[in-house]
């Protein structure tokens, strides 16, 4: 799977739950039009998290090796009609979205599909949580038999980016002294824009 498919699923979701928002204008998710509005815009995701088990690491926007995280497909647009778009190597990617009580679900052109939980649904933040992925269901996350697609995906993407995090590869983490992690998580924060 190619790095940038990873890169945009972070940077859309992407991938720690937090309380709501005490702003007056903050809505508990469902499947009321309400909510389909407050979705229906653009947003900006800057802010990254992956959650295991035992800790919740935040991810620089610069990675060690100097190369950004985000680059143009952090912006994404959803619109009332229940498609949605970003760009990903300046190429428009389109899809389409269903907002279910607290899930959002997006399914792109390639019918690959990606599952959140919407944390935290205002007019001005939305954070998301993707599934949760049990690393250890299975030996290899490429066993099919073991873990969906989206599994692979999260729990792959999940790990390499764990990974670059880690002193051995430039990062600032040593986990030789951190827990193995036994899920991941993507947690992404965005703003209205």
């Known amino acids: 799977m190619r790095i940038n498919y990873f890169l945009s699923i972070i940077a859309l979701f992407t991938l720690t739950l937090t309380g709501c928002s005490k702003s007056d204008d903050n809505v508990n998710p469902s499947t009321t039009t309400a909510s389909a509005d407050l979705l229906a815009r653009t947003w900006v995701f800057n802010d990254i998290s992956i959650q295991t088990d035992a800790k919740k690491y935040q991810l620089p926007s610069t990675l060690p090796t100097g190369q950004g995280l985000l680059g143009d497909d952090n912006v994404v647009t959803f619109k009332k009609d229940g498609t949605y778009s970003y760009l990903d190597n300046k190429a428009t990617v389109t899809g389409k979205w269903t907002l ?15 599952t959140w939980t919407v944390n935290t649904l205002s007019a001005t933040d939305l954070k998301l949580g993707s599934i949760t992925v049990n690393l250890q269901k299975g ?10 697609k989206e599994e692979a995906s999260v729990g792959g993407a999940g790990l390499l980016l764990l990974a670059t995090l880690d002193k051995s590869y430039g990062g600032t983490i040593d986990f030789s002294k951190e827990p193995e992690p036994k899920t991941v998580q993507f947690l992404v924060n965005g703003k209205a824009k």
């Open 139 to 148: 030996t290899n996350l490429n066993d099919s038999k073991v873990y969906s």
């Open 100 to 114: 279910t009580d607290k899930t959002l679900v997006m399914v792109d052109a390639d019918q690959s599909t990606s």
